[in-house]
């Protein structure tokens, strides 16, 4: 999977391979430290035989004040954004506005996605200061035969769940947790864990200890190897002046 994205991000900046069976609209990574800037891939599946994918139209949810996106070739994209009542304190001010809705829509020719393919539409985000919530993105996929499918649901075992991301602490790593292609359960979201099943997509980790333990290892064995060579070269001359002292007798 990720030497064809690869490739063909190098040729044009977009992804579309094979999707798998019963695939949803989803959100990678999916596990997030509150605060933490990072892209979101927003994997759109195709899934109907015949048609392809035409349009796909994505409510944010609150407190997200700017998103960068990527030029997918064959992909219009518009941002809309909602005035606030009451302004978000940021780092850098108070915002009055935040990005509610995105929406791509295929004009062609590249990027089409067909029956059991996928395509991937790169988002640049500042997540929200929320840990210990799922955040949903309910999206409306449009076919070019007409038919609407509609990923809203709030449950992540419903047929149609809306794309979810789990917010935890800051700080903490950025993951793609295995085994729930549309996110963690609410439960584990709600309490900031994560699936024991994981990917080993990891942005950030604390390995203070393990590197500390590394390299008292080096440490212990240098010396070993110093005394090894000690007693070797104590144990020459010693031979040496056995050896002296037998002949000069």
């Not at 790169?122 to 070019?144: R, W």
């Not at 950025?174 to 996110?183: F, H, L, S, T, Y």
């Not at 997509?201 to 500390?212: F, I, L, M, P």
């Amino acid at each position: 999977m990720k030497a064809n994205k690869i490739a063909v991000l190098l040729a044009g900046g977009a992804l579309i391979a094979p999707a798998t069976a019963q695939a949803h609209i989803s959100l990678h990574p999916n596990t997030i430290p509150a605060g933490a800037f990072v892209t979101l891939d927003v994997r759109v599946p195709g899934e109907q035989e015949g048609t392809y994918v035409k349009k796909v139209d994505m409510l944010l949810p609150p407190a997200f004040t700017s998103v960068n996106y990527e030029n997918v070739p064959g992909w219009t994209i518009k941002v809309v954004n909602q005035k606030l009542t009451t302004p978000i304190q940021t780092d850098s001010g108070p915002v009055n506005e935040q990005v509610s809705q995105i929406i791509w829509t295929w004009t062609g020719p590249a990027g089409q996605v067909n029956n059991n393919q996928f395509i991937n539409f790169p988002l640049s985000v500042a997540i929200p200061d929320v840990a210990g919530k799922a955040l949903q993105f309910k999206t409306v996929q449009t076919y070019s035969n007409g038919q609407v499918v509609h990923w809203i649901d709030p449950s992540l075992s419903a047929e149609h769940p809306a794309p979810t991301i789990n917010i935890t602490a800051k700080g903490g790593v950025i993951e793609d947790v295995a085994g729930k292609e549309a996110g963690p359960t609410h439960e584990q979201a709600n309490t900031g864990q994560s699936t024991p099943a994981r990917t080993s997509t990891v942005v950030k980790s604390n390995s203070g200890a393990s590197n500390g333990l590394g390299i008292t290892a080096l440490i212990l064995g240098a010396l070993g190897l110093l005394a090894g060579l000690s007693a070797l070269v104590a144990t020459r001359r010693t031979r040496r002046s056995v050896y002296r002292t037998t002949h000069s007798a």
